[in-house]
């Protein structure tokens, strides 16, 4: 029983990555950022922003601030934190898709870069080597233009379907990729939250806003420190 309920909730977590590529969210959170990328930050807060795929962007929800990166961002203005988040989601984004345009995003000072691709990659079965390298390279490039900032990476599963090699080698990815860096790391973005018929929408795949509640709780465990 064990096994089949952590199948049917790896697989709920690939197929969220699917669904991702099919469409984005009527909202399009990436483009709305774009303005505050372009324009020079002369404000006193800090700048976090969150970097993903269809799961950072909200895909589904009625309003992008119910994605987990909104849900953190009223955390934040509700406890007077001197912070602005800036939800940089793309949905079926892949590490490759993300390596080509973060240098772009780069443009505005960033303080805390939370990191969250990875799962496209998977679905796909890209070699799990291709994949770490192209998380190197993005944290690279974020390191090499704010050699001070705090980064965040948000680990993410395949299902056994890939085999177990594969698998085993795909989640290792973010802890190896994390202690190298000397990264905070979130194990799993979506623990608690994937395979549960009542935390997703109606495709069963896509968190629901009370989903995206509980996956913005297991970023904020780790987040609020850095802060």
Same mark, same amino acid.
């Given at each position: 029983m064990h096994k089949l309920r952590l199948t049917i909730v790896l697989l709920a977590v690939m197929a969220l990555a699917a669904c991702?590529?099919?469409?984005?969210?009527?909202?399009?959170?990436?483009?709305?950022?774009?303005?505050?990328?372009?324009?020079?930050?002369?404000?006193t807060l800090k700048t976090i922003v969150f970097f993903g795929n269809s799961l950072t962007a909200g895909y589904g929800l009625d309003d992008p601030s119910e994605a987990f990166p909104g849900v953190i961002k009223?955390? $934040? %203005?509700?406890? !007077?934190?001197?912070?602005?988040?800036?939800?940089?989601? *793309?949905? &079926?984004?892949?590490?490759?898709?993300?390596?080509?345009?973060?240098?772009?995003?780069l443009k505005q000072k960033v303080d805390i870069f939370l990191l969250?691709?990875?799962?496209?990659?998977?679905?796909?079965?890209?070699?799990?080597?291709?994949?770490?390298?192209?998380?190197?390279?993005? $944290? %690279?490039?974020? !390191?090499a233009k704010y050699p001070q900032v705090k980064i965040? *990476?948000? &680990?993410?599963?395949?299902?056994?379907?890939?085999?177990?090699?594969?698998s085993n080698k795909f989640k290792s990815v973010f802890p190896t990729l994390s202690a190298k860096n000397n990264t905070a790391l979130v194990p799993f973005l979506l623990k608690d939250v994937a395979g549960i018929p009542a935390l997703n929408q109606g495709d069963g795949i896509h968190p629901t806003a009370q989903g995206a509640k509980i996956a913005a709780e297991n970023v904020w465990v780790v987040l609020k420190n850095l802060l």
């Amino acid at each position: 029983m064990h096994k089949l309920r952590l199948t049917i909730v790896l697989l709920a977590v690939m197929a969220l990555a699917a669904c991702g590529e099919k469409k984005k969210p009527a909202d399009d959170t990436a483009s709305q950022n774009k303005p505050a990328v372009a324009q020079a930050d002369t404000s006193t807060l800090k700048t976090i922003v969150f970097f993903g795929n269809s799961l950072t962007a909200g895909y589904g929800l009625d309003d992008p601030s119910e994605a987990f990166p909104g849900v953190i961002k009223n955390k $934040i %203005d509700s406890l !007077k934190l001197p912070y602005r988040v800036v939800n940089a989601g *793309l949905s &079926g984004e892949t590490t490759a898709g993300g390596n080509s345009r973060i240098s772009w995003l780069l443009k505005q000072k960033v303080d805390i870069f939370l990191l969250e691709l990875g799962a496209n990659d998977g679905l796909r079965g890209i070699p799990v080597d291709e994949t770490s390298k192209n998380l190197q390279s993005i $944290i %690279d490039k974020v !390191k090499a233009k704010y050699p001070q900032v705090k980064i965040v *990476l948000l &680990g993410m599963m395949v299902p056994p379907n890939m085999g177990a090699d594969y698998s085993n080698k795909f989640k290792s990815v973010f802890p190896t990729l994390s202690a190298k860096n000397n990264t905070a790391l979130v194990p799993f973005l979506l623990k608690d939250v994937a395979g549960i018929p009542a935390l997703n929408q109606g495709d069963g795949i896509h968190p629901t806003a009370q989903g995206a509640k509980i996956a913005a709780e297991n970023v904020w465990v780790v987040l609020k420190n850095l802060l």
